[in-house]
């Protein structure tokens, strides 16, 4: 017998042990508990009654998510429990004297008694609301009204009465007897019973789907609310002692069900009183809990200063139910859950055009207006990109469909019309946010291609085309859009989350009756129909003095089933916006291609380098001394001091300010930090880094700049804060004030550009300076030979090592690395795309990186074998040339890609191309230059030299 109880012993602790390593439970949260609490299940015979003193507390376990998901684990536990009898609670009992000696068995342990009387909780406070208390606080009294049927009544008359009316369910009663409950019919019921299988709900009766009386699980005016939610949702429901010196638990009812009960009628002396949902029973929990949660922490914080030990079998059993989770989020990606009605916040962004490149306001142009106009917050990046987030005309609430809503009407001059016709000749589109989620306009693709929808960022404000046969070309306005707003159901809370947003617009000449009012009926639109425009004559056109209506439609789509879209994939279909889909297979081999070439390379320099090394210094007599060619004879002049050593100096510390600003970004990228659901954050994490990474470019510069025996640290300090971010900020300048003149959003408003300066001259230039003087303190980096003080003569080269050829040559390598993804990185920018692969473009850097370090030290080390030492500046324009080659693949883009036609548009262009291009070039030769470097101080550093 003490074999077996020692086994379940055992057995108890593995299961605890198991359970609590699957919960992840750290051992710091333990304490937050005073003292600990033992589960005694329903397979011990109930407590018949409960000390009339005693205080009680009940807590719903909806607030502990993961108990459905271990009840397996958990029951396994709380049967080694009970079968272990007294010899496990004795050990417990023990242990707990360990901790606290203070502990006695009376309070540890709920006794039993075999009194017939049946269990109750004394009723305080939160457990003691009812039924009724929930339908007076929904405005119902206990023998109030309820929205019914009959059964004779058809399911067509009884949903649209549900939406007439905006509830999920109807009472059905027996024809003229309104106080007999014959069943309830739900939309779930008219879903399954009605569409699903192809039904007619016109011809089909309301007593042929319903739920039957004798199925319904039904509730009285007196019960109480915690038993009415575990009744409807299947939770388990805990009731804790409270006049202890720890909480211990009295009850624990392991009802695993997996009911999914949306609505329940109330039921008192065998008549209909009223029917509450679970909405109306959550509400009510939430209210009243708030305070039990309140007085539970301050009694969890009065219990912090109390010490645990370490293994205890009964804390272990305790954390396996309960468990203490920190968290946090991103901004913009929290979800967020709407209940039925609602209200859902739709904004307005900027007009783009792939024509133009020029984005402008949405209230730019006469569309309808919200009584007053309220600009969203907005980080620096979305501002640097031309958004203009505000709050727009559209009135949505969540889950109630609204057809032929009127907007506004309005009548256009000859201004206004123009404006609209140029904006349509542009080809602009409106872009609108619901959600954080962008609108789109979905498109069903002609070929077998997948997917089979396509989704395009905004619709387009209008057209231009033919119409019934006319030979001019008009424009015409889109003035109805059919939203659709889709969301996935969390069956068990009522609560929805969006997961799509989407419209389809219509250009329709709205007509009416009589003179306009805001009551005037149009005659093209059907609001009592589902989606339905009736055509008019001619679409809306745009002509002065026409007169224009703006109307829509919203619907709302659930998304229900395991395999429909959830939340956190709704950004799924975003990214595969248009058939310019990502061709894995043909970039991959691309760039294992290069990175086949390179190490092919990396291996003949190591043999080669192997082979010279031996040989030289196997070199004995001086005939064999004299008689040595190739690297070694410029020994003396290798390390000599370059031409413009300053400005080369400058140039190393801005590449190392860019290779890191780009490195980290990817970091933070790959985490998901800069998804596209956080608009602007990839360009404003870009300017924060490259801000802070000036620290490192003051040290690079001035370590290199004290290599060169270089004495005036601050001079090499203020170039380097202010050389290239000077250029750049001169060609942004103008590139603004062009963008000024065209009236574009797209212009930095005078704020920003204070921002961006007190970046650059508040933190930046002082980071340089900071970041020099701490490079400059330290000790000179000695060179591995000495320097002659009479240079060497170069011996004339051959034509493949003239600079310029090699020079050239060399940059064709690394940007064979990056070509296939720069037309992507093009195509997101240029063509109003995202771009979101950046684990795959970090690969890519890293190959770019080693490219451009091998092709370096390759040409430089035949540069160096035909006695040439001149390989400073050589090396870092050797890398560094592949932008010339991103800037002529980005004018070759712009010809063959792009549709720019106006001048001021290429301008942008090609000076946005042109500061990236030079961005590129201090990027790659800083990082070829300190290839070179390493490889040179290597090989001089491995030879006898006399």
């Known amino acids: 017998m003490e074999t077996r109880q020692e086994e379940e012993i055992n057995e108890l602790q593995s299961a605890l042990e198991d359970a609590k390593k699957r919960l992840h439970v750290k051992e710091a949260e333990a304490s937050w508990w005073k003292d600990t609490a033992y589960i005694v299940s329903e397979h011990i015979p109930k407590p018949s009654r409960i000390t009339s003193n005693s205080q009680t507390r009940c807590y719903s376990l909806s607030s502990l998510p993961f108990a459905l998901r271990y009840q397996t684990s958990m029951q396994a536990a709380i049967r080694s429990f009970v079968s272990g009898g007294n010899v496990v609670k004795a050990s417990l009992l023990q242990h707990l004297r360990v901790i606290n000696p203070a502990i006695q068995p009376s309070s540890v342990f709920c006794t039993r008694s075999e009194s017939t009387q049946t269990s109750r909780m004394e009723e305080h406070g939160f457990e003691s609301t009812t039924i009724s208390d929930v339908m007076k606080a929904k405005g119902k009294s206990a023998d109030g009204s309820w929205l019914w049927c009959t059964t004779d009544d058809t399911v067509y008359d009884a949903v649209k009465s549900m939406t007439q009316h905006n509830v999920g369910a109807l009472v059905v009663v027996k024809p003229g007897e309104q106080q007999s409950l014959a069943g309830i019919i739900t939309e779930r019921d008219y879903l399954r019973k009605i569409i699903v299988q192809g039904r007619s709900s016109k011809s089909t009766k309301v007593g042929d789907i319903m739920t039957e009386e004798n199925k319904l699980i039904t509730v009285t005016p007196e019960t109480k609310v915690l038993r009415a939610m575990q009744l409807m949702t299947g939770k388990l429901i805990f009731f804790f002692h409270k006049d202890c010196n720890f909480f211990r638990v009295l009850k624990c009812r392991f009802n695993f069900t997996d009911n999914r009960i949306r609505h329940i009628p109330v039921i008192k002396d065998k008549g209909m009183v009223g029917m509450v949902s679970i909405g109306d029973v959550v509400r009510a929990v939430v209210t009243e809990h708030r305070e039990e949660l309140n007085r539970l922490n301050a009694f969890i914080q009065g219990a912090m200063a109390i010490e645990f030990r370490r293994s205890a079998i009964a804390f272990t059993l305790l954390l396996s139910f309960i468990h203490v989770a920190h968290s946090f989020y991103l901004p913009g990606v929290a979800p967020q859950d709407f ?98 989620l962008p609108l789109v306009v979905p498109i069903e693709r002609g070929d077998q291609g997948s997917p089979p929808v396509v989704y395009q960022l905004g619709y387009h404000v209008g057209l231009k085309g033919q119409y019934e046969g006319s030979k001019e070309q008009k424009y015409f306005m889109h003035n109805h859009l059919a939203f659709t707003v889709r969301y996935h159901l969390d069956m068990q809370t009522d609560s929805a989350r969006i997961v799509g947003f989407e419209v389809k617009p219509y250009s329709v000449k709205h007509e009416y009756d009589g003179e306009w009012s805001e009551k005037a009926r149009l005659t093209t639109c059907d609001p009592h129909k589902k989606r339905l425009v009736v055509s008019s004559s001619t679409p809306q056109e745009v002509e002065p003095k026409k007169e224009i209506i703006f109307t829509y439609d919203v619907e709302f789509e659930a998304s229900i089933c395991e395999s429909e879209v959830k939340w956190a994939s709704r950004w799924d279909a975003y990214l595969l916006m248009s058939d310019n889909q990502i061709h894995w297979f043909s970039i991959v081999n691309s760039l294992m291609i290069v990175l086949f070439l390179s190490g092919m390379v990396a291996m003949i320099m190591l043999r080669t380098l192997y082979r010279d090394i031996s040989r030289y210094n196997e070199l004995e007599t001086q005939e064999e001394a004299q008689e040595e060619t190739g690297w070694k004879l410029v020994h003396g002049d290798v390390f000599r001091l370059p031409a413009n050593s300053d400005l080369l100096c400058v140039y190393v510390g801005t590449g190392v300010q860019c290779l890191g600003m780009v490195f980290v970004t990817m970091i933070f990228a790959m985490l998901g930090f800069l998804s596209p659901s956080n608009r602007g954050g990839l360009m404003t994490a870009m300017l924060l880094l490259w801000v802070f990474m000036g620290l490192f470019a003051g040290y690079a510069a001035s370590r290199l700049y004290k290599m060169f025996k270089g004495t005036e640290w601050k001079r090499i300090a203020f170039r380097t804060a202010f050389l290239f971010p000077a250029v750049v900020s001169s060609i942004f300048f103008v590139l603004n004030a062009l963008i000024w003149g065209q009236k574009s959003s797209g212009a930095v408003p005078f704020g920003t550009m204070f921002a961006l300066i007190f970046l650059w001259f508040g933190i930046s230039v002082p980071l340089v300076f900071v970041g020099a003087y701490l490079g400059f303190k330290k000790p000179p980096v000695d060179d591995p030979v000495k320097t002659n003080k009479i240079p060497r003569q170069i011996p004339e080269q051959a034509w493949y090592m003239n600079p310029i050829f090699s020079i050239l040559i060399g940059g064709i390598l690394p940007f064979g690395a990056v070509f296939i993804e720069l037309f992507f990185i093009l195509t997101s920018i240029w063509l109003n795309q995202f771009y979101y692969i950046f684990g795959f473009l970090f690969l890519v850097f890293v190959i770019l990186i080693v490219t451009c370090a091998e092709i370096t030290v390759v040409l430089c080390y035949f540069q160096l074998c035909s006695e040439d030492y001149l390989w400073w500046w050589r090396s870092y324009l050797t890398s560094g040339s592949s932008a010339l080659y991103l800037f002529l693949y980005a004018t070759f883009y712009f010809f063959t890609k792009l549709q720019i036609t106006k001048l001021v548009s290429a301008m942008l262009y090609f000076g946005y191309m042109l500061i990236a291009s030079y961005a590129f070039f201090v990027l790659t030769g800083t990082i070829g230059f300190y290839a070179c470097l390493w490889f040179t101080r290597l090989i001089y550093s491995s030879v006898k030299i006399d």
């Not at 859902?344 to 490149?357: D, Y």
């Not at 469909?401 to 349509?424: H, Q, S, Y």
């Open 339 to 436: 209940e039925k009605g609602d209200e859902l916040k739709v904004k307005v962004n900027k007009l783009t055009s792939i024509k133009t490149q020029l984005p402008y306001s949405y209230y730019s142009l006469p569309f309808c207006q919200p009584k007053k106009i309220v600009d969203s917050t907005e980080n620096l990046g979305e501002v640097l990109r031309g958004d203009r987030i505000e709050n727009a005309p559209y009135s949505f609430k969540m889950r109630e469909a609204k057809m032929c809503n009127v907007l506004c009407r309005v009548t256009l001059d000859a201004k206004t019309a123009k404006a609209f016709k140029e904006k349509i000749d542009d080809e602009y589109r409106v872009n609108m946010i619901l959600d954080n």
